[in-house]
């Protein structure tokens, strides 16, 4: 059987891991340069040093167990590890994080599956048993017997439209929020205490010092990631903008000083805040399926679980 996955964050890469240990054949296709989506993370260069940030997703939690058991082997293999914070309560938290980047860990996810990047599809063609992937620059793929949609819920919606009408209409009812999530760098160490934090007001609903997350860079880098309905209401703002602001904020509520370095990122579907409710959809006429965060919750391990139980599911 051979099955192509559309969109290769963890998601699409928890159900090509699930498929392809057991023999099945899985090929990948993401629009992205290369591992992340949106546990991405950035590289810049600040005078002179190379530093990283995390601009999607943050850290991650571990509930299922499940999921702790595909933590404890990243943290075997050092791509995750601990991240030493507290919560709003001042009590230690179990969070973790990618080593020495959060795309670390899809990257670790992708090395053994076959992997297409800059491959954007734009629809899908043919029929039960005989999918075939276009592709924007108009070249395509297949055949497949199966498709995994693992993209987010509005992208999916249209790719499935034709297709798979009532899985598009699901997707539908999800509507994505936005962020806009600004990196910056500090020539010298601030006096800010907490490492996170939530501001009570103003644009800024997540604050995190980057660099305190084991295998960063040791120059002094915060992420800041916009309120989503300041998010929404300033979607197509300017980078610069966006970065100028949500920098003076920052400042009026921390009393830091100026970055000598800001850049912002807008993440238009950021996270879901009313999701599916289901792990996946599979219609077993078609041989079409989707997956991702927007089924059970914007959480990684949600993203992951839900592509884990759909691989499961289509092994039967």
Known sequence: MNIAIVGAGIAGLSAAEALASNGRCVRLFDKGRGAGGRMATRRASVNGTDVTFDHGAQYFTARS???????SRWLSAG???PWDDEDASGKA????VGAPGMNSILKSMAAPLDVSWRAEVSSLEG??????????DGSAAGLFDRVIVAVPAEQAAVLLAPAAPELAVNARKIKSEPCWAAMLAYDEPTRIVSLSFEPTDGP???TARNSSKYGR???ETWVLHARSEWSAANLEASADKIAARLVESFRE???????????????????????LGTPFQLDAQTGLATCGDWHLGARVEAAWTSGHLLGTELLR
């Open 65 to 71: 167990a499940g999921f702790r058991a595909a933590v």
């Open 79 to 81: 791509v995750a590890a």
């Open 93 to 96: 938290s179990e969070r973790f």
């Open 127 to 136: 029929g039960p048993g005989r999918w075939s992937l276009r592709f924007a």
């Open 204 to 206: 800024l609903g997540w």
């Open 217 to 219: 860079t040791d120059a």
């Open 253 to 275: 509520q921390t009393g830091a000083g100026a970055p000598v370095f800001s850049e912002a990122h807008r993440w238009r579907y950021a996270r879901v805040s009313e999701p």
